[in-house]
């Protein structure tokens, strides 16, 4: 059964993720600190709530104040969203997904990148057709 979606991110959700990914553990301070342009303390705040109501992070007190972290892995919460994007781009379909990629990154993969494309691509395919379906590495 497959995980359920994780909610889509706005802007300003995606790089308050992006700091706490990066730091591992922040409190709305530190958080605000980082943004670029950043919004009001109060505003930083309110986004941390709505990013803990959404499933993305979690708190703990410290001293008297809250200290975020992330709920997920960064790659999962990476792959969720991807899933998302996938959706609501692609129609649903990893082929567009993946050519519209690789048509606009192809001269930024190295050989190696590409060699081991093809060979998830190869170890997807063997999944399908024996009928079943591959789990993540």
């Known amino acids: ?30 958080v605000t600190s980082e943004l670029p342009d950043a919004p009001t303390y109060t505003t930083v705040r ?5 990013l ?5 992070v979690r708190h703990e007190e410290d001293a008297g104040r809250y200290v975020y972290s992330p709920s997920l892995p ?3 919460a990476g792959a969720s969203q991807l899933q998302h994007v996938v959706r609501t781009f692609f129609d649903g379909s990893a082929f567009k997904a993946m050519a519209a990629f690789l048509g606009s990154s192809r001269d930024e993969l190295s050989d190696a990148e590409l060699a081991r494309l093809r060979a998830i691509v190869e170890d997807a395919g063997k999944g399908s057709r024996t009928g079943k379906r591959r789990t993540r590495r």
Do not use: C, F, N, T
């Open 46 to 50: 309110g986004l941390l709530r709505i």
């Open 1 to 30: 059964m497959p995980k359920p979606a994780v909610p889509s991110l706005s802007r300003r959700e995606r790089q308050i993720l992006d700091v706490i990914y990066r730091r591992g553990r922040a409190s709305a301070a530190d």
């Open 74 to 76: 960064r790659e999962d």
């Open 52 to 56: 803990e109501e959404k499933g993305h």
